[in-house]
């Protein structure tokens, strides 16, 4: 079973950083491109970011180029999600997202998603 | 950047109705479109991808069509457990884009 766990959420000051973690388990990690998803309170989705499985190739929305950062580490089955200059417009619960195809290529279909972890931006 | 538009942002149904759910592309897309729905609280669920293919274990009252600009998800009967909000997503070039949603309501 897949099992995808997000970490690092939290209330963070305007112009502040956190980095988010998912814990990934249940499949071969290394094979699947994963991507962050993230949702404003009683708004729809947004897709943040994406990263190859071998993490050669990343992929940001407009919004939040050069301010975050996606990365992997395959040897301990985990996404990373960096993020800097925090923006009250951040403010979202942002899920950690698998990819359908096992091809590790980015496609942007997300297959299995985890519950999902609030990030606050306020002072 | 493809802008979509998904209609109707809000649909009114009963149980048994069959709905429909269209999402429209700026640019096309041939079928790189995918389908969710939503429950408060939880998670997105996969429903549809490549426009038409319906994901392992979901319902087959469940149906997507279209390609190019034009799509459509079709619920033929509609249980309980379908109210929720659903979105359309295209993923032919990134940013990948998601729809405004709709949530589906019971009448």
């Known amino acids: 079973e897949v099992q995808l766990l997000e970490s690092g959420g939290g209330l963070v000051q305007p112009g502040g950083s956190l980095r988010l973690s998912c814990a990934a388990s249940g499949f071969t990690f290394s094979s699947y491109a994963m991507s962050w998803v993230r949702q404003a309170p009683g708004k729809g989705l947004e897709w943040v970011s994406a990263i190859s499985g071998s993490g050669g190739s990343t992929y940001y929305a407009d919004s939040v180029k050069g301010r975050f950062t996606i990365s992997r580490d395959n040897s301990k089955n985990t996404l990373y999600l960096q993020m800097n200059s925090l923006r009250a417009e951040d403010t979202a619960v942002y899920y950690c997202a698998k990819d359908l195809a096992l091809s590790g290529m980015v496609q942007g279909v997300v297959v299995d998603w985890g519950q999902g972890t609030l990030v606050t931006v306020s002072s | 950047v493809i802008w979509m538009t998904q209609s109707p942002s809000l649909l009114s149904a009963s149980t048994g109705d069959r709905v429909t759910i269209s999402c429209r592309m700026s640019?096309?897309?041939?079928?790189?479109l995918a389908w969710y729905q939503q429950k408060p609280g939880k998670a997105p669920e996969l429903l549809i991808y490549a426009a038409s293919t319906l994901q392992s274990g979901v319902p087959s009252r469940f149906s997507g069509s279209g390609s190019g600009t034009d799509f459509t998800l079709t619920i033929s009967c509609l249980q309980s457990e379908d109210f929720a909000t659903y979105y359309c997503q295209q993923y032919y070039s990134f940013p990948t884009t998601f729809g405004q949603g709709t949530r589906l309501e019971i009448k």
């Open positions: 640019q096309g897309i041939s079928s790189y």
